[in-house]
């Protein structure tokens, strides 16, 4: 038996996002789909992240147990073939078979694309969240200061989730613009449940001027998410990558 880690690129926009599920068509059973024909078995990949319906990814993680003896490196090429065009397989490799993608120490990277204009762009519809409102990015970097460090981040977190441990560390959050075009680039440990998307609506509120920089710390401080602001579209978040220690 072999342990085989996928790196994996997405455009999400026509799946129901990573997990299987029974109202939509996924990430995670289309990559089962394509093994199953490669290998001849039955294969359940187990992710790194379980992005959400519409979200995209350049550098998401997942493995598989496997008894082929395809080389691992050569199992992105085979896999691409078999898969659509939206999906990519960007690395293949072994890994030892106590590897597991969600609970080895690891930082992971998002970014969220903002684009800032007075009408909508098209070809940008789909991996950019529209503003057209001016949004003043001073202000929105000071209140990105606030969130830096560890802290409960229950506010940012939607209400479903079921996690225990609200408590993440955000290394680096960085706004940076060209032209009209935003991204907000966030590192951390771990993320919660809407959580990168929650705190883009909240500094996109600060930017418009509904809060000044410093609210974002009180609601860090209220751990009530109806304190904090809008969950951001889905479209306009990528995963980036996922660093393991």
Avoid at 68 to 97: F, G
Wanted: glycine share 6%; with cysteine.
């Amino acid at each position: 038996m072999r342990r085989i880690k996928l790196t994996i690129a997405y455009d999400g926009t026509n799946y129901c996002g990573w997990q299987v599920q029974p109202n939509g068509i996924t990430i995670e059973e289309v990559i089962n789909k394509a093994l199953k024909k490669l290998t001849g078995e039955n294969i359940q990949v187990i992710g790194a992240s379980r992005t959400d319906s519409g979200v995209h990814a350049m550098g998401n993680v997942a493995v598989f147990d496997t008894e082929t003896t395809i080389p691992a490196e050569k199992i992105a090429m085979a896999l691409n073939q078999r898969l659509p065009e939206d999906i990519v397989i960007v690395q293949s490799e072994e890994v030892p078979l106590d590897f597991h993608p969600r609970y080895c120490d690891c930082s992971k990277t998002y970014e969220y694309h903002i684009i800032n204009t007075r009408i909508p762009m098209p070809t940008k519809r789909l991996t950019n969240y529209f503003v057209s409102y001016t949004l003043d990015i001073d202000k929105m970097r000071q209140a990105a200061s606030y969130l830096i460090g560890e802290h409960d981040f229950v506010s940012f977190c939607n209400i479903r989730t079921d996690v225990e441990n609200t408590v993440r560390t955000i290394q680096e959050l960085d706004i940076i613009t060209n032209g009209d075009e935003i991204t907000i680039r966030i590192t951390g440990n771990g993320f919660l449940y809407n959580m990168v998307r929650i705190i883009v609506g909240t500094l996109v509120r600060v930017g418009r001027g509904f809060y000044g920089p410093e609210k974002v710390k009180e609601i860090l401080e209220a751990r009530d998410r109806k304190a904090a602001g809008v969950t951001a579209p889905a479209h306009g978040l990528i995963l980036t990558k996922i660093e393991y220690k």
